[in-house]
């Protein structure tokens, strides 16, 4: 499975961004997406995940103005970003999940976020 993250970009602070991730591939089984973030000089982090039924998770500090959201039938995530604010400034990342047998993880190749005036 190849995932590409998308709509990242130059924003000033108190933006607003979308960003998407495609999954080339439909995932029949259970399965979990989520988005990830790794700013300047820091480790990965998760942002927030949601499962194939549209139950979502938030990483602590990271409820409010993160918003996830799926459609399965374009097999694709979203990563709704509000009121963005410098600290923002990431590669996000989309990561995708699933057990059949073994577990499988799949990872996008990040889409940058930059926050600055």
């Known amino acids: 499975v190849q995932l590409q993250a998308s709509g990242g970009g130059l924003v000033q602070p108190g933006g607003s961004l979308r960003l998407s991730c495609l999954a080339d591939?439909?995932?029949?089984?259970?399965?979990?997406m989520a988005w990830y973030r790794q700013a300047p000089g820091k480790q990965r982090e998760l942002v927030a995940s949601?499962?194939?039924?549209?139950?979502?998770a938030y990483a602590d500090s990271f409820e409010g103005r993160f918003t996830i959201s799926r459609d399965n039938a374009k097999n694709t995530i979203f990563l709704q970003i509000d009121n963005l604010e410098p600290e923002d400034t990431a590669v996000y990342y989309c990561?995708?999940?699933?057990?059949?047998?073994?577990?499988?993880?799949?990872w996008g190749q990040g889409t940058l976020v930059t926050v600055s005036s």
């Open positions: 949601i499962t194939n039924n549209g139950g979502r």
């Open positions: 591939k439909t995932i029949y089984v259970s399965n979990i």
């Open positions: 990561n995708l999940n699933y057990k059949l047998v073994r577990t499988y993880d799949y």
